[in-house]
């Protein structure tokens, strides 16, 4: 299904004058026929009267065809069933009176920015009357933000994540044609998309993960390379809704976390692996200090240590410089010996 987009339809206010116009001349013709019935034979009284009256009766018909469209609108129409052509942009137009806007979208609510669909009637409970809806489509930019979703990474942990979409119709007869529902089409995809890529990462860096199918290990992680699986995201959403005529801008992470029944473990992996980072640091540079008292000593000739004292003096620096308190001093008053 290809858009037909229908230009020279913005005359509606000239059509708009020219059947006011008509109709009253109709409207005078009806009452001139009756001041000057006794002026006219009865052949001429009849066909004006007819004509007028007749004209008088279907005059607003193209009335019916009139619409007006705000800045980033269109309306996809439909001729006794068969597509048209859509009508884009601003403006006051004159279509075919007979032509019906198609939106099946036009009441669906989605959590996102600037959605369209407004009812224009109330409705009651108890009313027969069928509720009234804007038919427009928007052209705008607007932001999906769909539920956080519950998804395993590769390594099995339970992971909530979020995303917000920025997208816009850029195919009015694609979207409306070609699947059922526009809006919920891109919303269960941007579900799916989102899936399939979570699956490829992990929450963090771990040993051996292939996250981009090379078949080498790399760093990839969902926290650490947000923007780039945002991105794969953004393209596996994009070759979905290609068919509905929608353009995908954007794609945004909004809500990264663990689910809540292992977040406390996670949380306790990570300060146990901060903890031995910061031991391993403190230990390279206690290992660091002695080493170099050590050489100190032996340079200056400051004592002579047998291996068995240096050992004992190895010991009590890595206990002072490792230790978590602080050391207290014992003085030795006597013999080394």
Known sequence: MEEILLKNKKHGMRTLILCIFVELLAIAGTISCGIFQDDLSKTWFATLFVA???????????????????????????LFGKYVGTIKGEGFYAVNPFCIAVNPAA?????????????????????????????????????????????????????????????RVVDTAKAVFNVDNYKEYLSLQCDSALRNIVRIYPYDVAPGVDTTGDGLDDDGSLRGSSEIVAERIRDEIQTRVNEAGIEIIEARITYLAYAPEIAAVMLQRQQASAIIDARKMIVDGAVGMVEMALERLNENQLVSLDEERKAAMVSNLLVVLCGNHDAQPIVNAGSLY
């Open 52 to 78: 007028c009256l007749l004209i008088v009766l279907i005059a607003w018909i193209p009335l019916a065809g009139l619409r007006v469209l705000k800045p980033q609108e269109a309306l996809t129409l439909t």
């Open 107 to 167: 009441k669906t609510k989605l959590n996102q920015s600037g959605d369209v669909g407004t009812q224009t009637v109330e409705s009651k409970s108890n009313t027969p009357f069928p509720v009234l809806v804007d038919k427009k489509i928007s052209l705008k930019i607007m932001t999906l933000n769909n539920n956080r979703q519950k998804i395993n990474d590769c390594l099995g942990n339970p992971v909530e994540i979020g995303i917000a979409v920025t997208w």
